[in-house]
């Protein structure tokens, strides 16, 4: 990110930002409208700055959009937003399109990532059907299926249970891809490698995670 | 049809052709509004139910169908034995039976998604006119998903509103339902854009 700044509606949502994320686990925290979720969606192209330039692995968030998309899966917080399909496989399918790939190339693709989350055999399962943990996992998998080589979580676990949490942190401790999570579960950032601290759209700290949450709690009390 | 959605199977309506399903039912309901004795549509009641089997679509599904339009079709027939006569009462419900149990056959047998390609390949002719038929298809599916997911929103609604001792003003149920599908919608829509869709 290079002089990155946003606004939306005239207001600014994030001020002058210079930074470089490489680490493999990155974890993005701060109050609620503090601009970290805007900052996670300027990092796909979803949101475009209004100052500055983002580029992801030398391509243009903007100029390259459909390219960054496809290097940089974007997880929501609300599941039933992103999954388009009624069903799981359908579901899954949506996202292989592009690729064009024939039929039994997608079913095999399929299947391997519904096996990797203990979701063997779920393609013809009604999503409405699905648990919220269930639905987060077929959310994660529509996403990890296009071979993405960062993934971008937004609060992935709010709306989950504490087992729930834990199936989903497995799955994603598990990833080979880079990580870059926003959320309010300071717990889950216990193994990351870096933690971005965001206060009233400015980074106010980043670092170890040990040294940006006690400088969160200091900001809060 | 939309309410009843897909049940897996490997019947020889399964596996036949999605395009094919979806053109022969507006046949099929057009034929039905041809017809205005009753032991036909009988016959045709009779036809679609032994289709409902060979689907091995169970009873209870069969019956659930009919559930949400079972008011409509009272009133129908009330209407129509007021204005008409039994007979034609019997025709004009029976014809709606059938046509319903006809269609819930195509989406029980039916992946969305081969439905939704049948009619991206049908439409396909109109790109010549600039439209994209992958966007009216991605809006099928769209329409198939979101049903469930606004009918629990509006329970949602529903019951915070009776928390609130609100449960019988509409505007009160209306208002944040309302509020809630548009938010979905732009969530929504950042997703698929997020998914490269």
């Given at each position: 990110?290079?002089?990155?700044?946003?606004?939306?509606?005239?207001?600014?949502?994030?001020?002058?930002?210079?930074?470089?994320?490489?680490?493999?686990?990155?974890?993005?925290?701060?109050?609620?409208?503090?601009?970290?979720?805007?900052?996670?969606?300027?990092?796909?192209?979803?949101?475009?700055?209004?100052?500055?330039?983002?580029?992801?692995?030398?391509?243009?968030?903007?100029?390259?959009?459909?390219?960054?998309?496809?290097?940089?899966?974007?997880?929501?917080?609300?599941?039933?937003?992103?999954?388009?399909?009624?069903?799981?496989?359908?579901?899954?399918?949506?996202?292989?399109?592009?690729?064009?790939?024939?039929?039994?190339?997608?079913?095999?693709?399929?299947?391997?990532?519904?096996?990797?989350?203990?979701?063997?055999?779920?393609?013809?399962?009604?999503?409405?059907?699905?648990?919220?943990?269930?639905?987060?996992?077929?959310?994660?998998?529509?996403?990890?299926?296009?071979?993405?080589?960062?993934?971008?979580?937004?609060?992935?676990?709010?709306?989950?249970?504490?087992?729930?949490?834990?199936?989903?942190?497995?799955?994603?401790?598990?990833?080979?891809?880079?990580?870059?999570?926003?959320?309010?579960?300071?717990?889950?950032?216990?193994?990351?490698?870096?933690?971005?601290?965001?206060?009233?759209?400015?980074?106010?700290?980043?670092?170890?995670?040990?040294?940006?949450?006690?400088?969160?709690?200091?900001?809060?009390? | 049809?939309?309410?009843?959605?897909?049940?897996?199977?490997?019947?020889?309506?399964?596996?036949?052709?999605?395009?094919l399903k979806a053109a022969?039912?507006?046949?099929?309901?057009?034929?039905?509004?041809?017809?205005?004795?009753?032991?036909?549509?009988?016959?045709?009641?009779?036809?679609?139910?032994?289709?409902?089997?060979l689907a091995r679509v169970?009873?209870?599904?069969?019956?659930?169908?009919?559930?949400?339009?079972?008011?409509?079709?009272?009133?129908?027939?009330?209407?129509?034995?007021?204005?008409?006569?039994?007979s034609e009462a019997t025709?004009?419900?029976?014809?709606?039976?059938?046509?319903?149990?006809?269609?819930?056959?195509?989406?029980?047998?039916?992946?969305?998604?081969?439905?939704?390609?049948?009619?991206?390949?049908?439409?396909?002719?109109?790109?010549?006119?600039?439209?994209?038929?992958?966007?009216?298809?991605?809006?099928?599916?769209?329409?198939?998903?979101?049903?469930?997911?606004?009918?629990?929103?509006?329970?949602?609604?529903?019951?915070?509103?009776?928390?609130?001792?609100?449960?019988?003003?509409?505007?009160?149920?209306?208002?944040?339902?309302?509020?809630?599908?548009?938010?979905?919608?732009?969530?929504?829509?950042?997703?698929?854009?997020?998914?490269?869709?």
């Open positions: 990110m290079e002089t990155v700044a946003l606004e939306r509606g005239g207001r600014p949502v994030l001020a002058r930002l210079d930074l470089c994320l490489t680490e493999r686990r990155i974890g993005v925290i701060g109050a609620n409208g503090s601009g970290k979720s805007s900052f996670a969606r300027l990092l796909n192209g979803l949101l475009a700055p209004t100052g500055g330039r983002v580029t992801v692995d030398g391509l243009d968030t903007v100029k390259d959009a459909k390219a960054v998309r496809r290097r940089v899966g974007f997880v929501f917080q609300n599941p039933d937003s992103q999954i388009v399909y009624p069903t799981v496989g359908e579901d899954l399918a949506f996202g292989l399109k592009p690729l064009k790939l024939e039929k039994a190339e997608e079913a095999r693709r399929i299947r391997l990532i519904l096996e990797r989350y203990g979701l063997a055999g779920a393609e013809d399962r009604l999503v409405h059907e699905l648990s919220g943990g269930e639905r987060q996992l077929v959310a994660l998998a529509g996403v990890l299926i296009m071979r993405p080589s960062i993934l971008v979580l937004d609060e992935p676990t709010t709306l989950l249970d504490l087992r729930n949490t834990r199936r989903l942190m497995a799955a994603i401790d598990a990833l080979s891809e880079r990580v870059v999570m926003v959320t309010h579960d300071l717990d889950l950032l216990a193994g990351f490698d870096r933690v971005l601290l965001f206060d009233e759209g400015r980074l106010v700290a980043d670092g170890a995670p040990a040294t940006v949450i006690e400088r969160y709690r200091a900001l809060l009390a | 049809m939309i309410g009843s959605l897909y049940l897996p199977g490997r019947s020889p309506l399964h596996r036949l052709p999605a395009g022969a039912l507006p046949v099929f309901g057009t034929v039905l509004f041809l017809v205005e004795r009753i032991v036909p549509l009988a016959a045709a009641l009779a036809l679609v139910i032994a289709l409902h089997a169970p009873p209870r599904l069969v019956l659930r169908q009919l559930r949400p339009a079972a008011g409509i079709l009272l009133v129908l027939f009330l209407s129509q034995l007021w204005l008409a006569d039994l025709v004009l419900v029976l014809r709606f039976v059938v046509l319903i149990l006809a269609a819930a056959l195509v989406t029980l047998t039916t992946r969305s998604a081969d439905l939704v390609a049948a009619l991206e390949r049908a439409l396909r002719p109109l790109g010549m006119l600039g439209a994209d038929p992958r966007k009216f298809g991605l809006a099928i599916a769209l329409t198939l998903r979101f049903i469930p997911v606004l009918a629990v929103v509006a329970e949602e609604v529903r019951e915070a509103q009776r928390a609130r001792g609100r449960d019988r003003s509409i505007l009160a149920l209306a208002v944040p339902l309302i509020v809630r599908t548009l938010k979905l919608a732009d969530e929504v829509a950042e997703a698929i854009d997020a998914r490269g869709g």
